[in-house]
Protein backbone atom coordinates (compact mmCIF):
# COMPACT_ATOMS: atom_id res chain seq x y z
CA UNK A 1 0.00 0.00 0.00
CA UNK A 2 0.58 3.46 -0.30
CA UNK A 3 3.27 4.25 2.93
CA UNK A 4 2.15 7.84 2.78
CA UNK A 5 -1.16 6.97 4.07
CA UNK A 6 0.62 5.57 7.13
CA UNK A 7 2.50 8.83 8.31
CA UNK A 8 0.30 9.76 10.84
CA UNK A 9 -2.56 6.76 11.90
CA UNK A 10 -5.17 8.09 14.16
CA UNK A 11 -6.88 5.75 16.22
CA UNK A 12 -10.00 6.35 18.44
CA UNK A 13 -13.35 4.91 19.96
CA UNK A 14 -16.05 6.84 21.87
CA UNK A 15 -14.19 5.15 25.14
CA UNK A 16 -10.86 7.69 24.34
CA UNK A 17 -12.53 11.35 23.89
CA UNK A 18 -13.73 12.16 27.92
CA UNK A 19 -16.60 14.32 27.52
CA UNK A 20 -15.90 15.36 24.19
CA UNK A 21 -18.04 14.61 20.71
CA UNK A 22 -15.71 11.79 19.49
CA UNK A 23 -17.06 12.93 15.76
CA UNK A 24 -15.95 16.34 16.30
CA UNK A 25 -12.69 15.07 17.64
CA UNK A 26 -12.46 12.75 14.00
CA UNK A 27 -12.88 15.68 12.24
CA UNK A 28 -10.29 17.83 14.01
CA UNK A 29 -7.87 15.07 13.61
CA UNK A 30 -8.65 14.74 9.62
CA UNK A 31 -8.33 18.61 9.62
CA UNK A 32 -5.11 18.68 11.25
CA UNK A 33 -3.48 15.68 8.81
CA UNK A 34 -4.38 12.18 9.69
CA UNK A 35 -3.26 9.76 7.20
CA UNK A 36 -5.83 6.79 8.34
CA UNK A 37 -8.08 6.40 10.71
CA UNK A 38 -9.02 3.28 12.88
CA UNK A 39 -11.60 2.99 14.78
CA UNK A 40 -11.10 0.73 17.87
CA UNK A 41 -14.95 0.69 19.74
CA UNK A 42 -13.62 -1.16 23.03
CA UNK A 43 -13.84 -1.17 26.72
CA UNK A 44 -16.68 -0.34 29.44
CA UNK A 45 -19.29 1.79 27.63
CA UNK A 46 -18.06 0.90 24.18
CA UNK A 47 -21.29 1.24 21.38
CA UNK A 48 -22.18 -1.98 20.27
CA UNK A 49 -25.16 -3.36 17.58
CA UNK A 50 -26.84 -0.80 15.76
CA UNK A 51 -25.42 2.45 17.59
CA UNK A 52 -21.90 1.32 16.63
CA UNK A 53 -23.28 0.52 12.93
CA UNK A 54 -24.27 3.95 12.86
CA UNK A 55 -20.92 5.98 14.51
CA UNK A 56 -18.88 3.45 11.81
CA UNK A 57 -21.08 4.85 9.34
CA UNK A 58 -20.71 8.45 9.90
CA UNK A 59 -16.75 7.79 10.93
CA UNK A 60 -16.53 6.67 7.52
CA UNK A 61 -18.09 9.18 5.75
CA UNK A 62 -15.83 11.97 7.54
CA UNK A 63 -12.79 9.64 6.01
CA UNK A 64 -13.95 9.84 2.58
CA UNK A 65 -14.31 13.73 2.61
CA UNK A 66 -10.39 14.05 3.57
CA UNK A 67 -9.18 11.11 1.86
CA UNK A 68 -8.24 9.32 4.73
CA UNK A 69 -8.63 5.37 4.62
CA UNK A 70 -10.69 3.93 7.20
CA UNK A 71 -10.18 0.81 9.20
CA UNK A 72 -11.61 -1.16 11.51
CA UNK A 73 -10.68 -2.85 14.56
CA UNK A 74 -11.09 -6.54 14.89
CA UNK A 75 -14.94 -6.26 13.73
CA UNK A 76 -14.46 -8.13 10.30
CA UNK A 77 -17.81 -8.29 9.58
CA UNK A 78 -18.39 -4.78 10.34
CA UNK A 79 -15.93 -3.63 7.92
CA UNK A 80 -17.75 -5.70 5.44
CA UNK A 81 -21.01 -4.69 5.81
CA UNK A 82 -20.47 -0.89 5.62
CA UNK A 83 -17.99 -0.65 3.12
CA UNK A 84 -14.90 0.25 5.38
CA UNK A 85 -11.15 0.57 3.22
CA UNK A 86 -9.76 -1.96 5.53
CA UNK A 87 -9.61 -3.86 8.62
CA UNK A 88 -7.18 -4.15 11.58
CA UNK A 89 -6.53 -7.43 13.67
CA UNK A 90 -3.99 -8.76 16.51
CA UNK A 91 -2.48 -11.79 17.10
CA UNK A 92 -5.41 -13.45 18.89
CA UNK A 93 -8.27 -12.04 16.64
CA UNK A 94 -8.24 -15.13 13.43
CA UNK A 95 -5.65 -16.37 11.14
CA UNK A 96 -4.67 -13.67 9.36
CA UNK A 97 -4.56 -15.66 5.93
CA UNK A 98 -8.37 -16.27 6.45
CA UNK A 99 -9.06 -12.97 7.02
CA UNK A 100 -7.62 -11.50 4.42
CA UNK A 101 -9.92 -14.23 2.28
CA UNK A 102 -12.52 -13.07 3.42
CA UNK A 103 -11.92 -9.23 3.20
CA UNK A 104 -10.32 -9.87 -0.61
CA UNK A 105 -7.67 -8.40 -2.10
CA UNK A 106 -8.55 -5.00 -2.49
CA UNK A 107 -9.17 -4.27 1.23
CA UNK A 108 -6.55 -3.23 3.56
CA UNK A 109 -5.07 -5.53 6.05
CA UNK A 110 -3.15 -4.47 8.96
CA UNK A 111 -1.76 -6.80 11.28
CA UNK A 112 -0.40 -6.31 15.09
CA UNK A 113 2.43 -7.55 15.73
CA UNK A 114 5.41 -8.25 18.88
CA UNK A 115 7.81 -10.09 17.67
CA UNK A 116 9.91 -10.64 14.39
CA UNK A 117 8.41 -13.81 13.79
CA UNK A 118 4.76 -12.19 13.84
CA UNK A 119 5.86 -9.84 11.31
CA UNK A 120 7.37 -12.42 9.11
CA UNK A 121 4.25 -14.25 9.55
CA UNK A 122 1.89 -11.35 9.14
CA UNK A 123 4.36 -10.45 5.40
CA UNK A 124 3.24 -14.22 4.59
CA UNK A 125 -0.16 -14.02 5.01
CA UNK A 126 -0.84 -10.99 3.41
CA UNK A 127 -0.85 -8.31 5.54
CA UNK A 128 -0.75 -4.88 3.95
CA UNK A 129 1.13 -3.35 6.59
CA UNK A 130 1.90 -4.25 10.39
CA UNK A 131 1.69 -2.33 13.72
CA UNK A 132 4.83 -3.27 15.72
CA UNK A 133 4.71 -2.27 19.47
CA UNK A 134 4.11 -1.35 21.64
CA UNK A 135 7.51 0.99 21.56
CA UNK A 136 6.74 2.42 25.06
CA UNK A 137 4.56 2.26 28.06
CA UNK A 138 0.96 3.30 27.07
CA UNK A 139 -1.59 3.54 29.43
CA UNK A 140 -4.62 3.28 26.63
CA UNK A 141 -4.76 -0.72 26.65
CA UNK A 142 -5.26 -2.36 29.77
CA UNK A 143 -4.05 -5.82 28.21
CA UNK A 144 -1.07 -4.63 26.46
CA UNK A 145 1.86 -6.51 25.82
CA UNK A 146 5.19 -5.88 27.34
CA UNK A 147 7.09 -2.60 25.38
CA UNK A 148 9.31 -3.75 23.13
CA UNK A 149 10.74 -0.39 21.98
CA UNK A 150 12.16 0.94 18.17
CA UNK A 151 14.66 -1.80 18.23
CA UNK A 152 12.39 -3.88 17.38
CA UNK A 153 11.08 -1.50 14.34
CA UNK A 154 14.58 -1.61 13.51
CA UNK A 155 14.72 -5.41 13.72
CA UNK A 156 11.53 -5.84 11.28
CA UNK A 157 13.20 -3.39 8.86
CA UNK A 158 16.21 -5.66 8.25
CA UNK A 159 14.00 -8.68 7.51
CA UNK A 160 11.26 -7.42 5.86
CA UNK A 161 12.45 -4.21 3.80
CA UNK A 162 9.27 -3.65 1.69
CA UNK A 163 6.72 -4.06 4.30
CA UNK A 164 5.45 -1.09 5.93
CA UNK A 165 5.48 -0.47 9.32
CA UNK A 166 3.57 1.60 11.90
CA UNK A 167 5.05 1.96 15.29
CA UNK A 168 2.54 2.04 18.21
CA UNK A 169 2.10 2.11 21.84
CA UNK A 170 2.89 5.35 24.11
CA UNK A 171 4.06 7.69 21.28
CA UNK A 172 4.41 11.09 22.16
CA UNK A 173 5.40 13.85 19.69
CA UNK A 174 8.56 14.10 21.11
CA UNK A 175 9.13 10.44 20.60
CA UNK A 176 7.91 10.33 16.68
CA UNK A 177 11.12 10.84 15.33
CA UNK A 178 12.87 8.22 17.35
CA UNK A 179 9.94 5.72 15.82
CA UNK A 180 10.42 7.45 12.04
CA UNK A 181 14.68 7.08 12.72
CA UNK A 182 14.49 3.25 13.13
CA UNK A 183 12.92 2.28 9.46
CA UNK A 184 8.99 3.20 10.52
CA UNK A 185 6.20 4.33 7.53
CA UNK A 186 4.38 6.35 10.61
CA UNK A 187 2.94 6.31 14.08
CA UNK A 188 -0.02 5.58 15.49
CA UNK A 189 -1.08 7.36 18.02
CA UNK A 190 -4.42 7.50 20.42
CA UNK A 191 -4.10 9.63 23.38
CA UNK A 192 -1.39 11.88 21.55
CA UNK A 193 -4.72 13.59 19.76
CA UNK A 194 -7.56 12.32 21.54
CA UNK A 195 -6.40 13.21 24.94
CA UNK A 196 -6.02 16.70 23.84
CA UNK A 197 -8.10 19.63 24.10
CA UNK A 198 -7.32 21.60 21.08
CA UNK A 199 -7.24 18.13 18.78
CA UNK A 200 -6.98 20.34 14.91
CA UNK A 201 -3.60 21.65 16.62
CA UNK A 202 -1.96 18.79 18.24
CA UNK A 203 -2.64 16.54 14.91
CA UNK A 204 -0.88 19.72 13.01
CA UNK A 205 2.02 19.71 15.93
CA UNK A 206 2.42 15.94 15.78
CA UNK A 207 2.36 15.47 11.75
CA UNK A 208 5.26 18.34 11.77
CA UNK A 209 7.25 16.22 13.89
CA UNK A 210 6.64 12.97 11.62
CA UNK A 211 7.30 14.79 8.42
CA UNK A 212 10.32 16.19 9.62
CA UNK A 213 11.75 12.46 10.75
CA UNK A 214 10.78 11.45 7.60
CA UNK A 215 13.11 14.12 5.48
CA UNK A 216 16.18 13.17 7.57
CA UNK A 217 16.64 16.70 9.23
CA UNK A 218 17.72 16.87 12.32
CA UNK A 219 16.94 19.61 14.45
Request: with cysteine; glycine share 12%; charged share 25%.
Amino acid sequence: MDKSKLQLYFIMGTTNVGDKDPLAVLEGALKGGITAFQLREKGENALVGAELKEFAEKCKALCAQHNVPFIINDDVELALEIGADGVHIGQQDGVIADIREKIGSDKILGVSTHTVNDALAASDAGANYIGVGPLYESKTKKDAKPVVGPELVKEIKAQLPGLPIVGIGGISERKASAVIGAGASGIAVVSAIAGEDKTEEATRSIKGQVLLALTGVEM
